[in-house]
Every structure is written in C-alpha cells, then in structure tokens.
C-alpha cells in the first residue's frame, strides 16, 4: 500500500466548483490540496475592481485561449464575423478576409487560468438557474437534495447580502459571496429615452408601463413561486461587493489560507495536473495524480513557448480526488486518465480504466447575440435588465435573458469589445435552455499540454426553434425602441438589421445563427440516472464505474443552468462539498 499522504484529499482547479470545494473541505478538518495551472491575481486591480472585467477577460497574464467550432462546417464557420487567424508575425487578424498565409485559428473562447478561475475575469453577473434546471436532477436521478426548494439553502449558505436589509429569507448574509446590484434610481425620471424605451418594453411583455421604476428593482436572486413563469424587469446582480470589488472563490481561498493553524488547505499554484492515479483494485481507486510544474505549460495559454515542459511528478491523496478544471478541461483529464470513450481512448494508446462513453459529449450553452445601433445622440441610463417569455416558447417558461444599456457586447475575439462611441446602445440577449446539447470535447492527442477539439454544434437539434425565439425577442426590443424619442431617434441599426438592408425573419435568424456567441459552456461530464448510458457521474458527483474520483464544477449540469453559470456553479460546490463530508464522517 502507498505511504500515507499529507493530504486527504486533493482538488484539481480552484474556479468556482474547486475553489471552494476545497477551502471547505479545509475547514471541516481534512487535509486537502489545491492544484491550479494559474497563479493569483486577487490583488491585480485588473482583475480586483470589477468595471475592468473586459481587460481581465483579454489579459494575456491569465488567459487561456480555446479555439472552437460552432459547427462541423467550416463554411458556415469561417462566416462568423469575428472568425481569428495567426498571422505568424505574433498578431492576431480577426475577421473574413484574412492576409494571405494566416493560419486558421477559429472562434476564440476565453478562460481564465488563475486562482478562482473564470470567476476572476467574468462579468461577475449573477443569475439563478431556472428552478426545472435543478428539478431535472431529482427528475433523472431520484436525488431529492437536488430539488430547487432545496437548492436555495446552498445559495444561502455562499452568499453575503449587500444590498437587502437583513433578515431575508431569500437570502443570506454571512457567507463569503459578496451579492449586489446596481442604483436604478434613473427609472423614475421619465423624460429619459431609456425610461421611455423601459415603458414600452413593459407594455410588450405585460408588465405595467407606470409600475417600472419599481419593477426594475426586483430581486433578481430572490424566491419566487413559478419563478420560471415570471416575465420583469428585474435590477442584475453581480457577484461584488456594493463597492464594486469582485467576489470569487479567490477571496475565499485566500480567507482560508489566512488561517493555517485551523484550517489544513495547501495551494500549488501553476501546477498543470496532467492525469489521475489509479490503483489496481478490480473497481479502479483513484490515489492521486499526476502533475508537470511550470508556468505556461498548457498551449491554450498565448504565453506558452513550444516544447517547453516542467518536472512531473506524483501526489496521493488518502481519501479522493476531485476534478474541477471547468467543462473544457475536467473531460479531458478524464479521457487523459483513462475514463471516457473506449474507442476515442485507445486510438491515442491511452489504457481504458473506465468505458464512459458521455464524458466530453453533451456540451451545451446559451446562444447570444444582440441588437446594437447607433442612436442620434447618446442613450443616458442605466441599465435595464428583463426576463421574458418570447411568444413561440415551447412552454410558459421565459427562455430570454436581456440586458440594455449604452454598451457593446458581441462576443469574443481578442481585444473585445469594439467601442463604437457614447451613440452605441444595445440590448444583449441571451436565449436559456438550448433545445441542442450536441457539442463535444475531444482529445486531438494524449499529450497534456495539447488542447482538445472543441465543437459547440450550435442549433444542431431543433436549431430553427431557437433561432425564431431569438428574432422575436430581437423584434420585441427594437420596437421598444422605437419609443425612445427625440433627440435620440432613429437608431441606425448595426445588426441583425444592418441600416439600408432588407430586414426579415429569416434574414435575421441567419443572421443569429452564423454569428450566435457563447460563454457559459456545461454539461461535458454530466450528472445522469443509473440508466442512462451518457452519464457520467452520479448524483453525488462521484464518477461512475471507480472509485474516490469526483467531478465538481459547471461540466457536471445536466442542463445549462439557467442565463449564467457562475454563481450555479457556486451552489452546486456548496452541495458537493456537503455531500463529501458527509461520506467522509460516515467512513
Ligand atoms: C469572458 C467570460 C465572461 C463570463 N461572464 C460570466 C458572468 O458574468 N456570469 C456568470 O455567471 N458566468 C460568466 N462566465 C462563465 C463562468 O465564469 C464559468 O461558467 C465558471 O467560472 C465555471 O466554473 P468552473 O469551476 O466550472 O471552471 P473555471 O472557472 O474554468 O475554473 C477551472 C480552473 O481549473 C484550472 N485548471 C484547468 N485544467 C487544469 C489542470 N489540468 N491542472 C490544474 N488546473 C487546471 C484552470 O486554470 C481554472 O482556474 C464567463 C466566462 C467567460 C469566459
């Protein structure tokens, strides 16, 4: 038998499954490790004050650059706008005519590979999952804790209210997760452009066009019954204090590393895990993992020199190991390790462990896009945020997310966003619930350092469903509009209906689907039902088929947890790390 290790249990990435899983686990008592590829910037302004969220996103210190398809044509591909090549010269090109001889690079998809993970250079907006979104996991599994009544104990055990007065029982206030919103005191004067296009929207989704300088106050994050049903406007909640510091599982790390007398949490930082451990018992035992020490090892990272490599080594754990590199990297270490697909395993001479045919399979995400014109003069507001129900909906449950204001967001590519002047003004939207999970993350080799292919295969299934729900939520907000009045009218409109253009239904579906964006990728290790030969773990995030190996991060949802995963992902690392300990005191 191994000596026993200093640690009992060992976690593979601190965003916002690992992170604080394992700052839990420190303070129950157990003696855990954290491995992360990144190091830490929670003292870096950039990444620390929240508004510099765009430069987090693009800063080459913490970036990991992923390269995807949205499609398994590369014509339809290479007709996204922000399509991104390698010139060879060490810049970028981004757009449809690339300089002869740039290399093909894709879609960009930025990561963060940092203490806190995404959660470090995300919008920091906080959003709950659509209650079904949690029922569906009782539903598959028969696990009553999953239940979205449930749930909300998990959001109350994260959260630090700062913005409700104590006592709400939504809410809570004592955790480490700072929650706020912003002042939307702007709604009540009602000679604003933006206040008039808010009446509007209201009175095209049902609400009462006097009653908005209340409604967009609503608590976004509050409880509500038939809280799926609801269409308002609600006030966005961020994950950061009032002050506008970030909030992310970083702080609760750092919290906990404070105190090394009480709680046993080691942090190796820029440590790559490249496989996990198993030993030789008939139901394989994960004991640890395997690890390559450096910086920039991985070449998603824009640093990373070809050929460099660091020392490997290995380290045990007594108890478990808990994958949570993300729903990009937690598949591949899998497959690395032996669990995943048979036959995609052994085509790279990797020894199958464990058949598991649904890990990297399934990968689901939001489509976005948005409606962005250029106004007469500015649009002075805040900004508006709406949930809404858009007419085809296959059920009564409100399927867009939106956010407007003088801003624009049109996905990724490197040096996002494109400023286009104090007349810019948009309304982004995200479409929840994607009828098609058909994406997948595949191993391109068994060399760790490589990264995977990544294919979204955007409205792969039913895709013309989704597609005519984003025009009418795109067709809904532009005629709301229409009411913002001088001096601001009219909006030229940028896209889908580029000004001067023939605009129709199709033309704009066409429009989303050749340039529909993502950033809220799930589902790639996913919890499932005994009989579902796709699942892949448990409802206890244990990974079928061996043992003392779980997955705990957004790549185990069933489904794409409502508009945002950050803070889902938050609550589903409070329930793992409940359900760990329990194990753990049982044994
Ligand atoms: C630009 C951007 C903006 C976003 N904005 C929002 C938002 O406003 N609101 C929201 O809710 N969501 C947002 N998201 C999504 C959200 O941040 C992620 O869904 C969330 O962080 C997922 O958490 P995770 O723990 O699954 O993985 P991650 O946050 O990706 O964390 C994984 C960690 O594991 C580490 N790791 C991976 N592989 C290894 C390895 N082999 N060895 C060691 N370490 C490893 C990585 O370095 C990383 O730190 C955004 C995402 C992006 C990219």
Known sequence: APAASPYDYIVVGSGPGGGPLAANLARAGYSTLLIEAGGDEGDNPTYADIPNFNEAANDELTRWDFWVKHSDDPARDLKFEHTTWDTGDGTFYVGLEPPEGAKLLGIQYPRASV??????????VCSLPADDDWNIIVNKTGDTSWSAANMRKYFKIIEKNDYLPAGNPAHGYDGW?????????????????????????????????????????????GEYE????????????????????????????????????KYPLTVKLHTLVT???????????????????????????PKHVDGTKGPISQILANREVIISGGTFNSPQILKLSGIGPAAELTKFNIPVI??????????????????????????????????????????????????????????????????????????ALVHMAPKSQAGSVRLLSADPQDVPEINFRFFEHEGDKDLH???????????????????????????????????????????????AYSHHATSTCAIGGDDDPMAVLDSKF???????????????????????????????????????IADARKA
């Not at 139901?283 to 690890?291: D, N, Q, S, Y």
């Not at 948005?370 to 649009?379: C, E, F, T």
């Not at 949930?387 to 003088?406: D, E, H, M, Q, V």
């Not at 190996?549 to 790549?555: E, G, H, I, Q, T």
């Open 115 to 124: 203490l806190g993970g995404c959660a470090m250079h995300n919008a920091g």
């Open 177 to 221: 997760l700072s929650t706020s919103v912003a002042d939307a005191s702007w709604a009540k004067n009602n000679s604003l452009p933006a206040t008039k296009i808010l009446k509007k929207m209201a009175e095209l989704t049902g609400q009462d066009p006097e009653n908005v300088a209340n409604l967009v106050n609503s608590d976004i994050l």
């Open 226 to 261: 038939n809280a799926d049903e609801i269409t308002s406007f609600y006030n966005m909640a961020t994950h950061a204090s009032k002050e506008g510091k970030r909030s992310s599982p970083n702080n609760y790390i750092r919290a906990t590393l404070a105190d090394p007398a």
């Open 275 to 301: 496989r996990v451990l198993f030993d030789n018992s008939t139901t394989p035992r994960a004991i640890g993992v395997e690890v390559m020490e450096g910086e920039s090892l991985y070449k998603a990272d």
């Open 354 to 427: 464990k058949d598991l045919p649904g890990v990297g399979e399934r990968l689901g995400d939001n489509y976005e896009g948005s409606l962005l014109a250029l106004g007469q003069s500015p649009v002075e507001s805040g900004l508006i945020t709406l949930l809404f129900r858009t007419p085809s909906a296959p059920t009564k449950k409100r399927n867009i997310y939106t956010w407007c204001g003088a801003f624009s967001f049109e996905g990724f590519w490197p040096g996002f966003p494109t400023n286009y002047g104090p007349k810019q003004y948009e309304c």
């Open 469 to 515: 729900e984003l025009v009418e939520a795109a067709n809904i907000l532009r005629e709301a509009w229409q009411a913002a009045g001088e001096p601001v009218l009219p909006f030229d409109e940028l896209h889908p209906c580029p000004k001067g253009t023939n605009c129709t239904d199709a033309s704009q579906a066409e429009y989303f689907k050749l340039q």
């Open 542 to 580: 244990r990974v079928r088929g061996v043992q003392g190996l779980r997955v705990v991060d957004a790549s185990a949802f069933p489904v794409v947890p409502g508009a945002f995963p950050s803070c889902p992902t938050m609550m589903l690392s409070a329930k793992a790390s409940e359900d760990i």
